[in-house]
């Protein structure tokens, strides 16, 4: 529904597209890029135009600032969405550039909205233009470009990364739309506390649109009374109620953060370790995607010092899926609490990185005749399992001096246990079994 100011405007636009900075001066957010001595400020403010990639979050204004590149440069600003587009698209926006700058001397800002979507031969398309400089490339993107672009494009690029805005620069830009009389909603009387206004950019999330468009919505489901527009904490839960954290599975974001709750378990902060599990959680993370992960992390860094981690994964895992959500929820933070708490040892997944390289690099060894299996008569005669020593007659239950190796490789010690938990015990038998060894052999 469209508010009353402009219900009767044949040229309404949405509250967020009305409000698109027209200049530096109205552009909120990104200072890491726009110093005064920026390259990027620069291109904009000084005509010094060249290609580039804008990679970022949602709403952190990639669209805006390759607007204002064309704007100031004045040159002819022309986009193509890539969900949309195909090479054909590409060609007509390239000879139509081509026209412009030989009939007019006039030069084109080329924008690819979603361009990690554009397959390798739609990306190798721009190559030559950009090169001969038929056209500015402008890409933007939410996708890391080290993974969706091909290299040959991102060499002929420059890439800037943008961040989510601040609380502090969705304010401003929520203040600036309630108070412009021009393009924002500063003719209507709108009584919007600031503590409200401090709830809707917390669920916006760093994402200015998102900001003026629960904004809009907010003005259209406002009590009414008379021209006056009342917006309270019952209508801002109404318009909020379907807005999520950014949280993008497959993209970047997912995997940050599931690095990030990784990264915290293994630094023995719990806490940290629960907001990283909570933030997924609320941005709609799969949570026996989590599961898995938990139980992968308990072998991988706590191993052998505490065996306790990977029965805890398997039963968080297994009570999440028996009790689903919400409740499984919390059997997942107890084992991420247990691991980021319990001693850490990645002794045994090294010891499996050396082993591995180890026997990719010396080949088919055969098998020792006395560790051979010999079920069979025939087996036997040929020597299968001659001079095997059964550990559990020998003393102590070891074998001492036994080389367990191919004869042919000499014995090496894969397995070196940390001092920490278990590991301080497995480490001290592993010493005397090793004494033994070389007093037998």
């Known amino acids: ?45 000084h005509d010094k135009l060249h290609s580039m990639v804008f990679w970022g979050p949602p709403g952190t204004g990639k669209t805006t600032l390759a607007r204002m590149l064309a704007e100031q440069s004045d040159a002819e600003f022309m986009s ?9 698209d590409i060609r007509e926006s390239v000879a139509t550039a081509k026209s412009l700058l030989e009939t007019t001397g ?32 402008v890409g933007a993107t939410t996708e890391n470009p080290s993974f969706e672009l091909n290299n040959a494009l991102l060499s002929r690029v420059r890439v800037y990364v943008l961040k989510p805005l ?26 919007f506390s600031d503590v409200l206004r401090q ?48 949280f993008d599975k497959g993209g970047d974001q997912f995997y940050d953060q599931i690095s990030a709750l990784h990264k915290s378990m293994r630094g023995s902060d719990p806490d940290a370790a629960l907001y990283w599990f909570c933030r997924m959680i609320d941005g709609g993370c799969d949570p026996l995607y989590i599961a898995r992960r938990v ?50 040892s990645n002794a045994v997944y090294s010891a499996y990185k050396r082993a591995m390289d180890f026997v990719r690099s010396t080949g088919t060894e055969p098998v020792p005749d006395h560790l051979k299996n010999a079920p069979t008569n025939l087996m036997k005669e040929l020597g299968h399992g001659k ?15 036994v080389n367990y190796f191919p004869e042919t490789l000499k014995a090496e010690a894969f397995y070196i246990p940390v001092e920490r938990g278990l590991e301080i015990r497995i480490a001290e038998r592993l010493r005397e079994l090793r004494t033994l060894n070389r007093k037998n052999s």
Not at 80 to 88: P, Q
Not at 314 to 319: C, K, Q
Not at 387 to 401: I, L, S, V
Request: net charge negative; with cysteine.
């Open 199 to 246: 709830s809707l950019v917390m669920m916006a999330d760093g994402d200015a649109r998102r900001s003026l468009v629960l904004l809009d919505l907010a003005v259209d489901c406002a009590h009414r009374d008379g021209d006056k527009y009342l917006i309270d904490e019952a209508v801002l839960k109404e318009v909020t109620r379907d807005s999520f954290r950014q």
């Open 295 to 344: 139980l992968r992390f308990a072998s991988e860094d706590i191993g052998n010092a505490d065996p306790r981690a990977a029965q805890l994964g398997l039963f968080a895992w297994d009570t999440y899926a028996r009790l689903g959500s919400p409740e499984g929820e919390l059997a997942l933070a107890q084992a991420i609490v247990f691991m980021a708490c319990a001693p850490k």
């Open 166 to 191: 601040s609380e502090e620069d969705l304010i401003n830009i929520v203040n600036r739309a309630l108070t412009d009389k021009e393009r924002g909603l500063g003719k209507l009387s709108i009584d």
């Open 106 to 137: 006039r030069r084109s800002v080329l924008f690819v909205d979603e361009v990690h979507r554009f397959n390798k031969a739609q990306q190798d398309a721009f190559l030559p233009h950009i090169e001969d400089g038929t056209i500015f490339f």
């Open 1 to 45: 529904m469209q508010t009353g100011l402009f219900a009767n405007d044949a040229s309404f636009r949405p509250l967020a597209d009305r409000m698109r900075p027209a200049n530096l001066s109205e552009f909120y957010g990104q200072t890491h890029l726009l110093s005064e001595e920026s390259s990027l400020r620069q291109a904009i403010m």
């Open 387 to 401: 001079g095997y020593r059964y550990a559990h007659d020998e003393e102590d239950g070891f074998a001492a001096g």
């Open 80 to 88: 193509l969405s890539a969900v949309l587009s195909g090479v054909k």
